[in-house]
């Protein structure tokens, strides 16, 4: 990377997050995981949030400088693109090259140890965290091998964008000698398997759509292809059409363009021009953080947060019921996070043993009420809280007749009201303190009536439940 920029800053993984990079300057980055070395060339920049990912396709190894000197990895193809965008930049290379002195193509497949395009996955989002970089701010470009690594890279990070231009999406359907060439390295990371052996073991490396499957995801994804590549259409293309068509998660963000162009190498990218053309216009059309949308996002997300506030409002109550579903291993009946004034009729049934527990508070001693009512009638009843303006406690009616428990409660402190009834055994609490308990099984009422609050009394978090 030295002949090709300035400076190269080198890290480990857990130190990327945190760092702080020069803003508008390319540097080379190479981070040392697990004995692999990871090398980048970067751009970040200070106007746009952006970020532009393109990775490599083949590398001849006999290539040479205009000097005359043999060309060492790592290789990046792209790599001086940042010049023609206002947005992030990233272009990166495969380790593999660094291994083995024959390889030209590797699709990140790495080692036994190692998934090189998932630990370059993990690189690239700790450098987008680093600069407050959205997913969806992230569109990975790349044709032939580098199309094959964005696919990948879009799928492993989830919300990027993927643009791709004569891809491979298959591994195995491309070239043979390519193809060979790579297993004579697998083989040695596997000398106990076949090569289907290899291919079961670890195909989602080789094949896009079986990393769909694994993932459970397809990124969105814009597919160039030259109409004119046989080789393209019919090895990759089509078969790629057809097996991504029958996965269920598929969800239509999938776009193909077709475009015809007489090459004497028909597989070759579009032309610079051409294809910075397309990024740029990619970039204003799919991600969020472009200045000619960011007005429309903004207005957008606005209103989503309108929406998202509303919505939230209206679910108060069933936040409310979800957040108190479990109270010391008990099963909620009935919650209501506050009563209205006066009578609110109820009407539920409960079972024998249940516990009611209630919050009250008394605004005013006069006109002063606030209770809960399990039974049939006035008369038949069990009344709990402030009954009138001068008793508070428990009442247990029969045919008329009441046995009752009184106690004072504190004029504007809120107090914890609990009954409950297990066993034919009724018992009172406030504020944990036990006030009074009766065995009866003469006050066996299954009806929750109603609860009654006067405007001078607060009665919030009504619960009933019952043992699991």
Known sequence: MENLVDKIIKLSLDEIETYEFPLDEPFGLEINHENIRYCLIVRFSSKNKNLICCGPGAHARDERTSKGILKTPPFFHRWSWYNHFEESFIAYADPIFFYDEHIRLGWFVGDRNQWYLETLSVIIDKLSSNQKILHDNILFYGSSGGGFSSVGLGTLIKGSKVLINNAQLNVMHYRQKHVDNLFRILYKEYPDMSKSEIIDEIGYRLD???????????????????????????????PFIEELCNLEYFENNFEINFYKEERAKPHSSLAVSESIKIVKQTCKESLYNTKSNIHEFENNLMKLNRSLEAENRNLTTENELLNNRLYHLKEYLYFNPKLDTGSTS???????????????????????????????????????????DLVFGLWLRKDGETITENSRIPLDEESVIEYSYYNNVHTFKVNGELICTYESSEYNYDTLLKAFVSENTLLTNLKVYVDY
């Open 208 to 238: 896009s759509i079986e990393l769909f499957k694994r993932e459970k995801y397809v990124p969105p994804i814009n597919y160039y292809v030259n109409a004119l590549s046989s080789d393209d259409i019919n090895s990759h293309c089509i």
């Open 346 to 388: 109820i009407n539920k049934l409960i079972p024998n043993n249940h516990t009611i527990k209630f919050n009250l508070k008394k605004l005013d001693d006069s006109k002063c009420k606030g209770f809960v009512q399990i039974g049939k009638d006035w008369n038949n009843s069990i009344f709990i809280g402030q009954i009138s």
